[in-house]
């Protein structure tokens, strides 16, 4: 068995006891899938979003709505395969009205899941999208427009924090800064002594 189809066993494995998870309050409000996330199980690039929005839910995939196709468009311009990377969220249930996720919600997910796929993909590089992701993962509130684009460590991986592709659609000149971030983690990404061997 290859290391990519080890991990991916593993993820499964993390996945099945949630697939109808009621450990936070997002379990009972009206979500539809539970958004584990997509990609390579060995990833060396992690891309980590806020929450599933009402197109993910209904598919039960990350990032497949407007902001995931402006995600894939980038992806396209900078080489990048998106099934080489792996795709998911602070919280993978979608919050009532595209809501930002709670902390304890983002707490409680983040516990049980998120961690634990870091744990098992070790991706190289980290790269968070939008506030809620990185409040969510350093547990701390953040500006995100001070801090996109400066690289942070998690747990010894690096992180890039940038904007979310929901707010650059909403701010088209925000673009250029989401687009210099991604192609800085893809960058960082490649090197292979980002890891204590």
């Known amino acids: 068995m290859s290391i990519k189809a080890y991990k991916q066993t593993l993820l499964e494995a993390l996945y099945a006891p949630y697939k109808r998870c009621m450990q936070c309050p997002l379990g009972n409000q009206g979500r539809t899938h539970v958004v584990f996330g997509s990609g390579s199980a ?14 993910e ?13 402006l995600l894939n ?22 919050p009532p009205n595209n809501r930002k996720p709670t902390p304890i919600e ?3 997910c983040k516990k049980l899941l998120l961690e634990k796929q870091i744990k098992i993909i070790r ?9 809620s992701a990185l409040e969510g993962l350093l547990d701390r509130p953040v500006k995100i427009t001070a801090e996109r684009g400066i690289a942070i460590s998690y747990k ?27 192609q800085t983690a893809f960058e960082i990404s490649q090197f292979d002594d980002q890891l204590p061997e």
């Open 42 to 55: 060995d990833a060396r690039l992690m891309f980590v979003g806020e929450g599933p929005g009402r197109d």
């Open 57 to 69: 839910d209904a598919q039960g995939e990350p990032f497949v709505g407007r902001s995931g196709q």
């Open 73 to 94: 468009k980038l992806f396209e311009a900078m080489g990048i395969n998106r099934e080489e990377v792996f795709i998911s969220n602070i919280v993978k249930c979608r």
């Open 106 to 108: 983002m707490s409680i």
């Open 123 to 131: 991706p190289r590089v980290l790269c968070t999208l939008g506030s």
């Open 156 to 182: 010894d991986t690096p992180v890039i924090p940038t904007y979310h592709p929901a707010y650059v659609l909403r701010n088209p000149p925000a673009l250029q800064h989401l687009a210099k971030d991604i």
